[in-house]
């Protein structure tokens, strides 16, 4: 079962701003909620280590500066992959996330589906956490 979920989202911050945050991956474990640590293994992979103890690996497949950063992504549970589209909209980024999984297990879509969109939302929350904290605001008009 394959289950894509997106979330767009207008940024009061900078479009670099954003970007370094969002493709900063050694720096996720200080604003991800869902993260316990995230390591680099090279130039296009890093993996992300969760509570309970999933890992996930994720492979770098794209990344234009300030305009779209993808990977696909593998864990014990689920394939997919994950796009993240930044685009300039005044002195603010306008984002949308868009993420795709294929199920390894039977689990029922809702659930899935549900899960997903929670996790999208925690994650846009807590990357506007981190914005906000960032030198008293970093690029935020």
Known sequence: MTITTERTAVLPWDVQT????????EGYPAWRRDLLRAEILN????LEHAPGGIQTLCTVTAAEPCRRWAFDLENPNLTGHWVGRFTAQGAGTQVTFRETVTLKKVIPH?????????QQARFLADLERALAQEGNGGGRP
């Open 18 to 25: 954003v970007w370094r945050v969002v493709t900063g991956v």
């Open 43 to 46: 130039e296009k992979q890093f």
């Open 110 to 118: 809702p659930l899935v589906w549900g899960y997903l969109k929670r």
